[in-house]
């Protein structure tokens, strides 16, 4: 099911008055200075509106109550809580949904950059798939979001605004009501819409470090949108210099899209192995803070049938991983248009995975999702006319 929402193109307004949604503390510290809030207040003034914003996900400054109606007018005159627009909904067979995200342009020459974000529910959890920059600089053979160019770093602002716009589309905020979905959005005591983050989505995260790092921040502060660290994954494919300090600073679970057990094949699947090859990363894999059985680092393995799927590579890889607290997720490869690979045959795949499996790594196989809508790893591009022209041509067929 598609659905297509507003299709203007986006207009630069440097009038405009900024959004707080998605703004760290010290931005909405500095947010309210601007405005004339005492700096003894502030503090205080910050957690007022952390709540409303991360925790009751408002979108009006009139319901913020504890707040003085001398200042919600102030905010109300100078700043909004707009979210994102979201310009076109896809619901898969599954329950995977995708979003495609118009975020307001930064200047004149822009029209609007447009973001992909997933969310993939589960029996024991769901989880949200969003991405750190616009394109990717990054040019993996086997992954359809690399042959997007990089167009820019997205703000960490930008960051979080993805988790407060699937909450808001699955009704995942206090007095908001779900949508009806035929059970496919997982609830239950202790199980929220959004429970899991990963950075999987389009762009490097470790080439967006700085704002990737305030985001989590934001994502995980206790007082509003309260993540766990431990549910919170950040993917790379191997910028081995910010590997230490992410863990450092963040304390999020670390994935490594590895996919090949050679320099020679890496250097053809994830061209970034060129600058820090196999040996490089494996050491900083070994030595990334907080690693330990039970924070085990994701290994990614995408199954490309007669290029990485041999059982001598299987082996390899187990031989190579010696050390590492390790889980190994094999990901059946998902086809898209151009694509020059095909997916390994299952019992290639199961085959692998027993070699594995017995070498005592868990070697889950990754259940494909999405796959219908281009929603699955590696399949994320904004080929926004086209979706918008599937989504009319389903819309016309309802009508």
């Known amino acids: ?15 405009a008055r900024p959004s707080l949604v998605g703004k760290t503390r010290a931005q909405l510290a500095e947010a309210l200075a601007a405005i004339g809030v005492p700096e003894r207040e502030r ?65 004149a020459k822009d029209k609007g950059a447009e973001i992909e974000c997933v969310y993939i529910p589960e029996s024991d959890r769901g989880t949200l798939c969003i991405s750190s920059q616009v394109g990717c600089t990054l040019t993996c053979t086997f992954c359809h979001t690399g042959t997007q160019k ?24 206090p007095g908001l009501e779900r ?27 470790l080439y967006n470090f700085d704002e990737v790092n305030d985001a989590i921040g934001v994502l995980t502060d206790g007082e509003g949108l309260s993540l766990s660290k431990r549910r919170i994954t950040v993917s ?11 863990g450092e600073t963040s304390g999020t679970m670390l994935a490594i899209s590895l996919h090949a057990t050679n320099d020679e094949l890496r250097n053809k699947l994830v061209p970034l192995n ?35 799927d041999s059982p001598k590579e299987a082996r390899e890889l187990v031989r190579m991983l010696k050390g590492i607290p390790a889980k190994i997720n094999l990901i059946p490869f998902n086809p898209w ?29 990754r259940t494909p999702r999405g796959r219908d809508i281009l929603a699955a790893c590696g399949q994320l591009k904004s080929e926004t006319e086209k979706l918008r022209a599937r989504a009319r041509l389903a819309l016309d067929d309802e009508a």
């Open 1 to 15: 099911m598609n659905e297509s929402m507003n299709e203007s193109p986006a207009l630069f307004d440097p009038n």
């Open 43 to 107: 503090r205080m003034r910050v957690g007022q509106l952390w709540h409303w914003i991360y925790y009751q996900g408002s979108t009006s400054f009139d319901v913020m109550l504890n707040v003085s109606k001398a200042l919600r007018a102030k905010l109300a005159e100078t700043y909004t809580l707009e979210r994102p627009q979201v310009v076109a909904a896809q619901l898969s067979l599954d329950g995977t949904r995708k979003w495609l995200i118009r975020l307001p342009p930064v200047d």
């Open 150 to 173: 990089l167009v820019r770093n997205l703000t960490a602002q930008e960051i979080v605004q993805q988790l407060i716009v699937a909450r808001d589309m699955l009704g995942d905020f």
């Open 179 to 205: 949508p009806e979905d035929g059970g496919l959005i997982p609830v239950g005591e202790g199980v929220r819409p959004v429970s899991n983050i990963v950075f999987m989505g389009m762009g490097e995260p």
């Open 236 to 246: 790379t494919s191997g910028v081995v210099p910010q590997i230490a300090p992410l």
């Open 274 to 308: 060129k600058k820090y090859p196999l040996k490089e990363l494996l050491d900083a894999c070994r030595t990334y803070p907080g690693a330990a059985n039970s924070r085990r680092i994701t290994f990614e393995y995408v199954m490309l049938k007669g290029v990485n």
């Open 337 to 365: 248009p151009g694509a020059q690979y095909e997916c390994s045959d299952w019992e290639t795949i199961e085959t692998f995975s027993d070699i594995v499996f017995n070498a005592g790594y868990a070697s889950p196989v």
